[in-house]
């Protein structure tokens, strides 16, 4: 609905459903509206290297894969494409602005960054995309898209894309666009969920939800699945739980480094994990293929928020599953979702791990367990003292010491060949268990006399500050 519209330069706003295509809907009128090196017009351009094209999206997850998409899309076409985030050095991509791109893909803040260093030129761009929008003024990244679109030339193109249409966004497209065209996907009164999506909402219990997650992951049908909780360290929590139940999890929140979050999330890609445990922020707009199940493992904070979890799967025309957990403090919240979306969920079931509608629901063996394999055992601890780690080894030891200092009976053969002369006048070294000389003690007297200890009968008496 989108691709004539934008092919002719016209400001647009497309308003869809999450997973219904908004990526390809503004990249392909970007990418054919370029002009590249080898057309005939390239030399014409009053800036040739400078970019083209300005895509902003809110996060560098959804930054990166609006990127690959384009890089998919312009394969034939032979753009220079950037994509330019935070969290990463600098050089990489001051270098590629230097050698020349035409189309720049990135988040808010480290577009405006390059742009006050003097790297990123904007000056030039025909074509400016803003992408999850709504997102956009959700993490107060407004007043950075705002400056962005300052330093843009009026003449350009300006296509915003967004799943739903908050008064700030309807207020920015007024400000910044020129008589753009407004594309709905489908009609006001259709719902903002995916219909091919079966959802389930139920009343679980804190301490029994990774149980019931366990036996969800167990289901017939499970494929990759992304769970979604409210917090980062609970994300975390979430994630090595499940892996030390023997479940190919990985976390993905804003406390990993940039690598680990890209390196996560490439490996949920490549099916090296097939369970994400994620905060909102960080899956915002993840597109990954053969997503079977979300969980809302926490009670969404909005209706937005839940439109946009559960719509990671049911993508493209696919069906998927979507479970949600509402704990008894988040109900009233869940009251309010249920009402804005319209669903049939006012009362959640209260459910259990033992629950038969649980297995009944999602095609669950009723004889699985909460583990794919056993808990590892722990390692005891030494005792304290123990260097050997036998605690009778040291007692023995210390029995040994006090018998050779008293002098008893029990001295040891090997003791008193110790305490023996060489011939030469050299004591003989008294050797440990590993055959290595052991540095001899000597004792100090305060009064004279003769010693068997050597010179210790001569050494001065020792200080009180000894």
Not at 50 to 79: F, M
Not at 164 to 182: C, D, E, F, Q, Y
């Amino acid at each position: 609905m989108t691709l004539q519209v934008g092919l002719m330069g016209t400001d647009l706003i497309g308003q869809a459903r999450t997973g219904t295509g908004k990526t390809l809907a503004f990249s392909i009128p970007v990418i054919q509206r370029t002009i590249v090196p080898g057309d005939a017009d390239y030399d014409e351009l009053a800036a040739p290297g400078k970019p083209q094209a300005l895509i902003v999206a809110p996060t560098r997850e959804l930054a990166l894969q609006v990127a690959k998409d384009v890089d998919t899309a312009s394969k034939n076409r032979g753009t220079r494409n950037l994509t330019i985030y935070g969290g990463v050095p600098y050089e990489p991509q001051l270098e590629a602005l230097e050698t020349g791109v035409d189309i720049v893909t990135g988040t808010p803040g480290r577009i405006l960054d390059l742009i006050n260093r003097g790297a990123l030129d904007v000056s030039h761009v025909k074509s400016l995309v803003l992408d999850e929008a709504d997102e956009m003024l959700d993490l107060g990244f407004l007043p950075d898209v705002e400056a962005i679109l300052a330093r843009t030339p009026e003449t350009r193109q300006t296509m915003l894309f967004s799943a739903t249409m908050p008064g700030a966004i309807v207020s920015l497209a007024r400000k910044h666009m020129h008589h753009p065209m407004n594309i709905r996907a489908e009609s006001a009164e259709a719902n903002q969920t995916v219909p091919a999506t079966n959802q389930f909402v139920w009343q679980a219990h804190d301490m029994d939800k990774p149980e019931v997650v366990a036996r969800i992951l167990q289901a017939d049908d499970v494929g990759r699945v992304i769970i979604f909780t409210r917090t980062k360290r609970q994300a975390q929590r979430v994630a090595d739980d499940l892996a030390d139940r023997g479940f190919p999890a990985s976390p993905l929140h804003g406390d990993m480094a940039q690598k680990a979050r890209e390196k996560a999330l490439q490996g949920f890609r490549d099916g090296e994990v097939s369970i994400l445990v994620a905060t909102d922020v960080a899956a915002r707009g993840i597109d990954v293929a053969g997503i079977t199940h979300v969980i809302n493992y926490t009670c969404p904070e909005d209706d937005k928020t839940y439109v946009h979890r559960i719509g990671r799967t049911g993508r493209a025309g696919a069906s998927g599953t979507a479970v949600t957990f509402v704990d008894w403090a988040d109900i009233q919240r869940w009251k309010l979702i249920n009402t804005a979306l319209d669903l049939p969920f006012e009362e959640p079931e209260e459910t259990y791990s033992t629950s038969e509608h649980l297995f009944r629901d999602l095609g669950i063996d009723p004889n699985v367990k909460g583990r794919l394999k056993p808990a590892a055992p722990r390692e005891p601890k030494p005792k304290q003292g123990d260097r050997s780690g036998s605690g009778s080894g040291g007692s023995s030891r210390n029995r040994q010491r006090s018998r050779r200092s008293s002098g008893g009976s029990g001295t040891s053969p090997e003791s008193s060949a110790d305490a023996r002369q060489t011939s030469s006048g050299e004591s003989q070294p008294r050797r440990g268990e590993d055959g290595q000389p052991r540095r001899r003690r000597r004792r100090r007297r305060r009064s004279g006399g003769a010693s068997g200890e050597g010179n210790a009968a001569s050494a001065p008496a020792s200080s009180s500050n000894d």
